[in-house]
């Protein structure tokens, strides 16, 4: 049963991801008959600790008081992607997981559970602007740069910022059921489960090529995208074979001309969706796609969530 709850602080640690972990476990709320969490503030860097927002945090617990925590949480910090975490700390969250409590990470905090071995052989989430490089320096680790939060039992990681709430409510709604956590997500005006994955929410650039070769023709399936193609007919645009071109246009944008187009056609429908009142059907003819079913159905498999969700979460209920 969940009751005991530390979270660990670091020089640099952000305060809305301390706040999020706070505002889930932290406050007593059983003039409501919810559960109350021991909880409490831990530091493994002195009493006093910085924040990047100009302020400072005490407390009087150290690396100890995790000894005894069901759930230790780590919120995220400026600097936590890049920097040495002390032994003392990194031995304490091995332990932990060791005597059977769980470890939960908020963004960048994952990266503190990278440096002590646990996610090796584990999925994991991170923010997505992240995502690359846990992998580079934790290539053990499983990384899901898509979705919200990973329970991959006993460690349990989020995404950016808001995701860390969605990951505690999904631990309370496990330990403690969904009425819990759902009268915990009306207290904090938090929806108890968001739809789709952080895929929504990723700021992707039209991928450029590394050289010129095939340059021209990217630039002309851009405005094209409305436009039924082949690679035959991409191929004489560049002046080469279907074969030449299919493996040139791998070599420098890492993907093939179908993959590439369809992701275009995806992004430009997130523009359409968020900046216009057309119907599913113009949108879905806009970008190629044909039919409303056709952009439901590409828009689902590459973003997690439906066209009418992401008009709905990016402009308002009432547009949508």
Not at 201 to 212: M, T
Not at 232 to 256: D, N, Y
Request: charged share 25%.
């Amino acid at each position: 049963m969940l009751k005991n709850v530390a979270v660990v602080l670091l020089d640099g640690v952000h305060p809305f991801e301390l706040g999020v972990v706070s505002e889930v476990f932290g406050l007593d709320r059983s003039d409501e008959g919810l559960p109350v969490y021991d909880f409490a503030v831990a530091s493994a860097e002195g009493p006093t600790l910085r924040t990047p927002a100009g302020f400072t945090i005490g407390t009087s617990y150290g690396p100890e008081r995790l000894e005894e925590a069901d759930l230790i949480a780590v919120p995220a910090g400026e600097g936590y992607v890049r920097r040495d975490y002390p032994d003392e700390l990194l031995d304490a969250l091995r332990r932990a997981t060791d005597r059977g409590a769980r470890v939960l990470s908020v963004c960048s905090g994952v990266f503190m559970l990278g440096a002590a071995g646990l996610l090796d052989g584990r999925r994991c989430a991170v923010h997505w602007r992240h995502a690359e490089e846990l992998a580079r320096q934790y290539p053990r680790a499983i990384v899901e740069p898509d979705v919200l939060y990973v329970d991959a039992d006993p460690v349990i990681t989020s995404a950016g910022t808001a995701a860390g709430i969605d990951a505690c409510l999904h631990l309370v709604r496990k330990e403690q059921g969904p009425q819990v956590a759902n009268a915990i997500a009306r207290r904090m005006v938090v929806p108890p489960h968001r739809d789709g994955g952080q895929a929504q929410y990723v700021d992707r650039p039209l991928p450029r090529s590394r050289c010129d070769t095939v340059g021209e023709v990217l630039v002309w399936m851009e405005e094209h995208l409305d436009e039924e193609v082949t690679v035959e007919q991409l191929a004489a645009r560049g002046h080469m074979s279907p074969r030449t071109f299919a493996r040139r246009f791998q070599q420098e944008t890492g993907t093939t001309p179908y993959r590439w187009i369809l992701r275009q056609r995806v992004l430009q429908a997130q523009r359409l969706l968020e900046a216009t009142d057309e119907t599913m059907d113009a949108i879905a003819d806009r970008t190629g796609f044909g039919t409303a079913a056709a952009l439901r159905h590409q828009f689902v498999r590459s973003l997690g969530t439906t066209p009418q969700a992401y008009r709905r979460t990016f402009r308002g209920p009432e547009v949508a």
